[in-house]
């Protein structure tokens, strides 16, 4: 075992970063399927529905009108996606790992806000500007007004005379935006960090919610759907579909593998300050197939934990009889982990994750942890072969957990660990891990895979770092101790 020295080293001139991407038949169907509906979607809205084709470019109006109505069907589409991303399919999931899935699901969802919000713009000043009405006073009408008797859209290119609002399920829809609004800003980094993972969790769920609101707006009115049965059938089905998807892998699929494993507490061991480890045993646990690195959705079905789920890593390599699962007192579920008691009935969905030794591609894994981000670190310790080198980033001595295990494993298969020690904040470790440090530690670093779990604090300055020191984006594998 080696303890790094807190340096600051003078950093290199970049080097280049080669971008080489890896042909990946699922992820490609998978694309081409989404464009493909994607494209269909705009074929419809193309061809004009109930008002015939090229009803959209017939004056300022008309045109406004026509780009609202885009951009709901789109926003419709990608609030499906959105749920899809993480649904838990299987397929997907193996293919893109649930880390780039997250990313993938934080971004559409903020896209699905912008087309939702530009649908509500576009359509209103469409509308106003043929009544010749404000922008305010339009919406109010929507909302206050008595609703059309039929779905067929009043007014048109020359303006509208009937005192009714021109589309049915206003209301619902506003509050079906207001849903998605509270998502998309309970996401946003700065309010996140200030919310408990069970109310994050709890505003998340609300996306259902928003979804169907939208349903009973979009469905009875959407211009493209009204007099088309195909295309009308065309969208039940994609919602379908979506429901059918969600409720057999989050809902079905856990509930059966709950019932066949019987999984239960068996152990409970305090590691250090704050950080408690839980050994968790059942039936059949081999067939589930888990891997050193990946991670399991949680459920304890006792008081205070029965209503909430986390992500937590396996802390060891699976041995077929039981996982043990190492957490960190962060918030309120996690800091009274301790206080569960044994015997008690968990639920475990899962396992994901691509964070294991078969995503490397060389024989020179390079394990980067941060913080409690060791435990699947340390997992794949016990399985990863080659010329293997962990740094192990905490800002105090104080912070380092399974001290003696990741030295007897280390010692054991020959194995090299830096504990790298300093808080980030002061002038003396603000250059820990950055370029210049990793190539002193690791002087071939450029040839090896990054593993990297922790913080995303902590992986976002160790990212660029390591793209600077000259490993290729394909070969860094992260795993962010976030949802």
């Not at 408690?276 to 589930?288: D, K, N, P, Q």
């Not at 789920?309 to 982990?337: C, M, N, Q, W, Y």
Request: glycine share 10%; net charge positive.
């Amino acid at each position: 075992m080696a303890s790094s020295a807190v340096t600051s080293p003078a950093l290199p001139a970049a080097l280049s970063v080669r971008r080489v991407g890896r042909w990946n038949p699922t992820l490609f169907a998978v694309w081409l399927f989404l464009a493909g509906n994607a494209g269909g979607i705009v074929w419809l809205w193309g061809a004009g529905g109930a008002d015939g084709l090229g009803y959209h470019w017939h004056g300022l109006a008309a045109a406004f009108v026509g780009a609202g109505r885009l951009t709901a069907l789109l926003s419709g589409y990608l609030a499906l996606v959105e749920v899809l991303l993480l649904a838990r399919l299987p397929l997907l999931e193996r293919a893109v790992g649930f880390d780039r899935l997250t990313v993938w699901h934080r971004r559409n969802g903020f896209l699905v806000i912008a087309l939702v919000l530009a649908h509500v713009i576009f359509s209103v000043w469409g509308y106003a500007m043929q009544d010749r009405n404000s922008f305010l006073n339009e919406y109010w009408n929507w909302l206050t007004l008595p609703q059309p008797g039929s779905a067929t859209i009043s007014g048109g290119i020359g303006g509208s005379t009937a005192p009714t609002s021109p589309y049915p399920g206003i209301v619902t829809a506003t509050l079906g935006t207001a849903l998605l609004l509270a998502v998309v800003v309970t996401s946003v980094v700065a309010v996140r960090r200030k919310l408990s993972y069970e109310w994050w969790y709890a505003i998340h769920f609300t996306v259902y919610a928003a979804i169907a609101l939208a349903w009973f707006h979009m469905i009875p009115d959407g211009n493209e759907l009204v007099v088309d049965r195909v295309a009308a059938g065309y969208w039940r089905g994609l919602f379908a579909l979506t429901l059918a998807l969600v409720l057999y892998f989050r809902v079905a699929r856990p509930l059966v593998q709950a019932a066949r494993l019987e999984l239960r507490v068996t152990e409970v061991v305090r590691e250090a300050p704050g950080v408690v480890s839980l050994r968790i045993a059942g039936r059949g646990v081999e067939r589930l197939g888990a891997r050193a690195g990946q991670f399991f959705l949680w459920r304890f079905l006792t008081r205070g934990f029965w209503y909430t789920k986390h992500p937590f890593s396996l802390s060891e390599a699976p041995d077929g009889r039981s996982f043990r699962i190492t957490v960190k007192a962060l918030g309120d579920h996690t800091a009274r982990l301790g206080e569960i008691p044994i015997g008690t009935r968990v639920f475990a969905d899962g396992p994901f994750g691509v964070f294991t030794a078969d995503s490397g591609q060389t024989r020179k894994p390079l394990l980067i942890a941060g913080g409690i981000g060791i435990t699947p670190v340390r997992a794949l310790l016990e399985r990863m072969d080659g010329d293997v080198v962990v740094l192990y980033r905490v800002v105090s001595s104080d912070d380092i957990v399974f001290a003696g295990e990741l030295d007897r494993i280390a010692s054991a298969r020959g194995t090299r660990i830096e504990y790298v020690v300093g808080d980030h904040r002061s002038p003396q470790a603000r250059d820990l891990l950055s370029a210049a440090h990793l190539q002193s530690l690791v002087p071939d670093v450029a040839e090896r895979d990054a593993f990297v779990c922790g913080p995303p604090g902590m992986i976002e300055r160790i990212l660029p770092s390591l793209r600077e020191a000259g490993v290729p984006r394909r070969r860094i594998h992260v795993e962010r101790f976030a949802l």
